[in-house]
């Protein structure tokens, strides 16, 4: 859920900017185990080990490992507020550190060398939202773009945090099964068949030609998703509708997969992200769309 304040807007849209015109690109990740879990038990396959990797959120920090393996992973975060957040990891070029990305934030100029490489988009406090995702080694910034009432995203209030992804990943979990298909394109959400309530697992592939993001927001009597998004700019008094989750920015080629359990209602599904030759919302650009859940 990335942010549109003035000084959001410039540095996120010049971050995926650098990241569209890089010659690198995010492989399509394949599927997940927790960091500090339990042993599995004796006999069981390794492939079938999922790893789980807990991020606890809170204002204005991450708790989270300092590192983890390569391979499909689970990341979940667990949201302690007050305010919503997300997870948006960014993969740094080889030889690039934390020190160099808050260094060239502090010189003004986002770095080229920074990829979106996704994470979970914003649960409400007290819950959690996860996403299942495949990570290459190299080293990576954990940043939350969401705005605080002040209008300035998380990230320049301290939150970020560096993040080592270890090893070849050539052992990795099964990828998961997924009974809905979501394409984000520029600019929709395409759904394989339309979501209904329970439990679901949504594959999400970008078969777009940027960055795109998936905000699921379930809408309060009467309200549209466009009004959440107008919030979303600058979250002051009541919120409009109620977040559950989805994923941050991936790049163009890009497979996440995403467990939801969700009540019957009103939904909107969002992209934030800005968009390269103008630097709006795609929200603005018709990346925003309005389904009932039943």
């Given at each position: 859920?990335?942010?549109?304040?003035?000084s959001?807007?410039?540095?996120?849209?010049?971050?995926?900017?650098?990241?569209?015109?890089?010659?690198?690109?995010?492989?399509a990740?394949?599927?997940?185990?927790?960091?500090?879990?339990?042993?599995?038990?004796?006999?069981?396959?390794?492939?079938?080990?999922?790893?789980?990797?807990?991020?606890?959120a809170?204002?204005y920090?991450?708790?989270?490992?300092?590192?983890?393996?390569?391979?499909?992973?689970?990341?979940?975060?667990?949201?302690?507020?007050?305010?919503?957040?997300?997870?948006?990891?960014?993969?740094?070029?080889?030889?690039?550190?934390?020190?160099?990305?808050?260094?060239?934030?502090?010189?003004?100029?986002?770095?080229?060398?920074?990829?979106?490489?996704?994470?979970?988009?914003?649960?409400?406090?007290?819950?959690?939202?996860?996403?299942?995702?495949?990570?290459?080694?190299?080293?990576?910034?954990?940043?939350?773009?969401?705005?605080?009432?002040?209008?300035?995203?998380?990230?320049?209030?301290?939150?970020?945090?560096?993040?080592?992804?270890?090893?070849?990943?050539?052992?990795?979990?099964?990828?998961?099964?997924?009974?809905?298909?979501?394409?984000?394109?520029?600019?929709?959400?395409?759904?394989?068949?339309?979501?209904?309530?329970?439990?679901h697992?949504?594959?999400?592939?970008?078969?777009g030609?940027?960055?795109?993001?998936?905000?699921?927001?379930?809408?309060?009597?009467?309200?549209?998703?466009?009004?959440?998004?107008?919030?979303?700019?600058?979250?002051?008094?009541?919120?409009?509708?109620?977040?559950?989750?989805?994923?941050?920015?991936?790049?163009?080629?890009?497979?996440?997969?995403?467990?939801?359990?969700?009540?019957?209602?009103?939904?909107?599904?969002?992209?934030?992200?800005?968009?390269?030759?103008?630097?709006?919302?795609?929200?603005?650009?018709?990346?925003?769309?309005?389904?009932?859940?039943?």
């Amino acid at each position: 859920m990335p942010v549109r304040t003035p000084s959001g807007a410039i540095l996120l849209a010049a971050l995926l900017l650098a990241a569209c015109r890089s010659e690198k690109r995010a492989e399509a990740p394949v599927a997940d185990t927790d960091v500090g879990q339990p042993a599995r038990a004796a006999g069981e396959a390794a492939a079938a080990a999922p790893t789980v990797v807990t991020v606890t959120a809170h204002d204005y920090a991450f708790e989270a490992p300092d590192q983890i393996p390569a391979g499909f992973i689970t990341m979940r975060l667990v949201n302690k507020g007050p305010s919503l957040h997300h997870v948006q990891l960014l993969k740094l070029e080889e030889g690039k550190t934390m020190a160099d990305f808050t260094a060239a934030l502090k010189a003004g100029g986002p770095p080229q060398w920074a990829l979106p490489a996704g994470g979970p988009n914003p649960p409400e406090p007290g819950d959690t939202a996860s996403v299942e995702m495949k990570l290459e080694p190299g080293q990576y910034v954990m940043v939350c773009f969401v705005p605080a009432a002040d209008g300035q995203p998380h990230l320049m209030k301290g939150m970020m945090r560096p993040l080592t992804v270890t090893g070849s990943g050539s052992t990795m979990a099964a990828e998961p099964t997924a009974d809905i298909t979501m394409k984000l394109v520029d600019f929709d959400f395409q759904l394989s068949t339309p979501l209904t309530a329970g439990r679901h697992m949504l594959r999400i592939d970008n078969a777009g030609t940027q960055p795109h993001e998936l905000a699921i927001v379930r809408m309060e009597p009467g309200k549209e998703p466009m009004s959440f998004a107008s919030w979303g700019e600058r979250p002051v008094g009541k919120a409009p509708g109620r977040m559950y989750g989805g994923v941050s920015a991936i790049m163009p080629g890009t497979t996440v997969y995403v467990p939801l359990d969700l009540p019957a209602g009103e939904y909107g599904l969002l992209c934030f992200v800005p968009e390269m030759k103008d630097g709006k919302p795609h929200f603005m650009h018709g990346m925003v769309k309005k389904v009932t859940i039943s």
